[in-house]
């Protein structure tokens, strides 16, 4: 049962414009969300999150948008640069802490 | 260096046979986290130790076995291996319960022929 869905497998954004990168989960309980980035070899980083009381948090670069009634989370990476190509994981948790990702996001940024 | 530690980094063997796969958390993290990325299937939590206890279980299967020692590094143990166990295993630790932000080791990519 997957709870954290990311419908689109692959991304490609050029250079200097944004990638938006999209998260749905199912699970009304969901308190807390986070954005984790993987290049190949490596394990995956964290990158930003969100508690379900925001609607939006920022970090450099990096901005995800929470919208809880739709149950829909979503990651701008503005301006998209070549060393942000990677899979990007959505991850969601509740109270009890048990972290459900997402099955990736492959982004590419072309020059 | 991610600061937690899985060894072996890749690992081959046959159907039916049984594997070890160890984790040392970042030094001075308590919780120790499993996962498992299959093809297409994003990181499947398995368990989840605090300090030594069993925390938490996700996906795991029965012929798979977990634990956490004194010194707070982990085995995750696959036995009765089937084709379909290939994977990547990841460990990733944190510092207290409560702590989303994992720190992921870089895995052991686990073949079963």
């Known amino acids: 049962d997957q709870q954290v869905k990311q419908n689109s497998p692959s991304l490609s954004v050029q250079e200097g414009r944004i990638s938006i990168l999209n998260c749905d989960y199912t699970n009304s309980m969901f308190d807390y969300f986070l954005w984790y980035k993987k290049y190949p070899a490596e394990g995956p980083t964290f990158l930003i999150s969100i508690s379900s009381i925001k609607d939006k948090n920022e970090d450099g670069r990096f901005t995800v948008f929470l919208n809880k009634s739709a149950k829909h989370l979503s990651l701008h990476i503005v301006p998209s640069q070549p060393g942000d190509s990677a899979v990007y994981f959505c991850?969601?948790?509740?109270?009890?802490?048990?972290?459900?990702f997402g099955a990736g996001t492959q982004v590419v940024v072309t020059p | 260096d991610s600061g937690v530690t899985q060894t072996p980094k890749h690992l081959i063997t046959a159907t039916g046979q049984r594997v070890t796969l160890r984790c040392s958390p970042r030094?001075?993290?308590?919780?120790v986290y499993w996962y498992q990325q299959s093809l297409d299937q994003g990181l499947q939590f398995l368990i989840q130790y605090y300090n030594g206890e069993e925390r938490a279980k996700g996906n795991i299967l029965e012929r798979f076995s977990a634990q956490q020692f004194p010194d707070l590094h982990s085995e995750l143990n696959l036995s009765s291996l089937e084709l379909g166990d290939s994977a990547l295993y990841f460990c990733a630790s944190s510092a207290r319960l409560g702590d989303e932000k994992l720190l992921f080791g870089s895995g052991t990519q686990l073949s079963v022929l």
């Open positions: 030094s001075g993290d308590l919780s």
């Open positions: 991850a969601a948790t509740d109270s009890w802490g048990k972290l459900q």
